[in-house]
């Protein structure tokens, strides 16, 4: 029996691509779920400007009290306190006529033999720095540092660089044939009557007598005189009269008996270290 023969003829159009599967029946696919459109963009909102308020202008002011009234000033009990005064076992330098009261460990080489004193006209050495110290230490006449020096007072004056008491006595000076003064004892050893000197205050010009300064605190810028209590002479630098060597170009201090006090017999306070 003759073999049959089946073709399939399949159209094809201009333009048209062959498909694999045009001769397979179509099949219906349920359409895709539609996309949610995108959320929308968030508004950009501008800063908004903050102004903060001063921190005085939050807190409320602290209710106000009552000042309170200044305590009464107590008058001074001596109108010589509005000006500083010498006070007891302050250092300090004496200065007469343009020189300073001096001492080194130096002695005399005549008279006694003590200590050398003099008055020198530069101010830049220790070794004319002088404490000055009550009469004495006893219990009945106890005296405190920073207690204020008067007029009149007996005191004595120790020479910080080499403990000597300034001291006179029935001597003679080297150079003007008036009564030595010199240096004696070392701190509160070997002291005697002869380290005493009153003193006898400055009026400043005030027209006041010695007599009527006496119980006067001695201020800085008032001179004294230092009246020896065991001779009666006052204290005093001779300008005219130098020494030579050891000492070239110090001056001599003496003590004088002369009636009248002069320049050369009086003694400033100057640099110091003063207690108050």
Same mark, same amino acid.
């Given at each position: 029996?003759?073999?049959?023969?089946?073709? =399939?003829i399949t =159209?094809? /159009?201009?333009? !048209?691509?062959?498909?694999?599967?045009? +001769?397979?029946?179509?099949?219906?696919?349920?359409?895709?779920?539609?996309? $949610? @459109?995108?959320?929308?963009?968030?508004?950009?909102?501008?800063?908004r400007?903050i102004?903060?308020?001063?921190?005085?202008?939050?807190?409320?002011?602290?209710?106000?009290?009552?000042?309170?009234?200044?305590?009464?000033v107590? @008058? $001074?009990?001596?109108?010589?306190?509005?000006? #500083?005064?010498?006070?007891?076992?302050?250092? *300090?330098?004496?200065?007469?006529?343009? *020189?300073?009261?001096?001492?080194?460990?130096?002695?005399?080489?005549?008279?006694s033999?003590q200590?050398?004193?003099?008055?020198?006209? /530069?101010?830049?050495?220790?070794?004319?720095?002088?404490?000055?110290?009550?009469e004495?230490?006893? @219990?009945?006449? #106890?005296?405190?540092?920073?207690?204020?020096?008067?007029?009149?007072?007996?005191?004595r004056?120790?020479? %910080?660089?080499?403990?000597a008491?300034? /001291?006179?006595?029935?001597?003679?000076?080297?150079?003007?044939?008036?009564?030595?003064?010199?240096? *004696?004892?070392?701190?509160?050893?070997?002291?005697?009557?002869?380290?005493? *000197?009153e003193?006898?205050?400055?009026d400043?010009? !005030?027209?006041?007598?010695?007599?009527?300064?006496v119980? #006067?605190?001695?201020?800085r810028?008032?001179? %004294?005189?230092?009246?020896? %209590?065991?001779?009666?002479?006052?204290?005093?630098?001779?300008?005219?009269k130098?020494?030579?060597?050891?000492?070239?170009? +110090?001056?001599?201090?003496?003590?004088?008996?002369?009636?009248?006090?002069?320049? #050369?017999?009086?003694? =400033?306070?100057?640099?110091? %270290?003063?207690? !108050?």
């Amino acid at each position: 029996m003759p073999a049959l023969l089946i073709f =399939t003829i399949t =159209t094809i /159009h201009p333009g !048209a691509r062959p498909s694999s599967t045009s +001769h397979l029946p179509a099949r219906h696919h349920a359409p895709p779920p539609p996309v $949610p @459109p995108p959320p929308p963009c968030p508004r950009l909102l501008r800063p908004r400007r903050i102004r903060y308020a001063p921190l005085s202008s939050q807190l409320s002011p602290p209710p106000s009290s009552p000042a309170l009234p200044s305590p009464p000033v107590p @008058p $001074p009990a001596d109108g010589d306190l509005e000006i #500083k005064h010498v006070s007891y076992y302050s250092s *300090f330098k004496l200065k007469s006529s343009g *020189f300073f009261l001096h001492s080194q460990s130096i002695q005399y080489g005549s008279g006694s033999g003590q200590q050398a004193v003099s008055g020198i006209a /530069h101010a830049g050495q220790s070794g004319s720095l002088w404490m000055l110290k009550p009469e004495s230490a006893s @219990p009945t006449h #106890k005296v405190n540092v920073g207690d204020p020096a008067k007029c009149g007072d007996i005191v004595r004056f120790e020479h %910080v660089d080499t403990g000597a008491n300034l /001291h006179s006595h029935a001597f003679t000076s080297p150079l003007s044939g008036q009564q030595e003064v010199s240096g *004696f004892g070392r701190r509160d050893e070997n002291s005697d009557t002869g380290d005493r *000197f009153e003193l006898v205050c400055d009026d400043g010009g !005030a027209g006041v007598s010695a007599e009527e300064m006496v119980g #006067k605190m001695w201020r800085r810028d008032r001179a %004294v005189t230092l009246r020896h %209590v065991d001779t009666g002479k006052v204290v005093q630098v001779v300008p005219n009269k130098q020494y030579n060597d050891p000492i070239r170009g +110090h001056v001599e201090v003496s003590a004088t008996s002369n009636k009248y006090i002069t320049a #050369k017999q009086r003694w =400033t306070p100057d640099d110091g %270290v003063f207690f !108050a």
